[in-house]
């Protein structure tokens, strides 16, 4: 299984972005979600996830500005970012997996391409 994410693009810094990832409806419904980034030379990190309850969590500097969410009808997750910067700029991934009791997030699909998102300053 391979999600895709899409929905970047270039942006100024202060500006906004949704970002999309759709999957069948199994996928969707029976895990949890996250949506991951990577900027260039660095390691993919963890940015929020989505259980199938609706539960949401935030990593880092995105709390606050981007919320995670999901639609099972439309089979589609979404991941909305306001007040971007520059530091945001990176490849976007979605995943579907296992989220454990410490926070950890397990994904169990391949990586799709990503999407990238770009912020000027």
């Known amino acids: 299984v391979q999600l895709q994410a899409s929905g970047g693009g270039l942006v100024q810094a202060g500006g906004s972005l949704r970002l999309s990832c759709a999957a069948s409806r199994d996928i969707i419904t029976s895990n949890a979600m996250a949506w991951y980034r990577q900027a260039p030379g660095m390691q993919r990190e963890l940015v929020a996830t989505i259980t199938s309850g609706g539960t949401t969590d935030y990593k880092g500097s995105v709390k606050g500005r981007f919320t995670i969410s999901r639609d099972n009808a439309k089979n589609t997750v979404y991941l909305q970012m306001n007040s971007l910067q520059p530091e945001d700029t990176a490849v976007y991934y979605c995943?579907?997996?296992?989220?454990?009791?410490?926070?950890?997030?397990?994904?169990?699909?391949?990586w799709g391409q990503g999407t990238q998102v770009t912020v000027s300053s």
């Open positions: 995943n579907a997996g296992r989220i454990y009791s410490n926070g950890y997030f397990n994904p169990l699909a391949k």
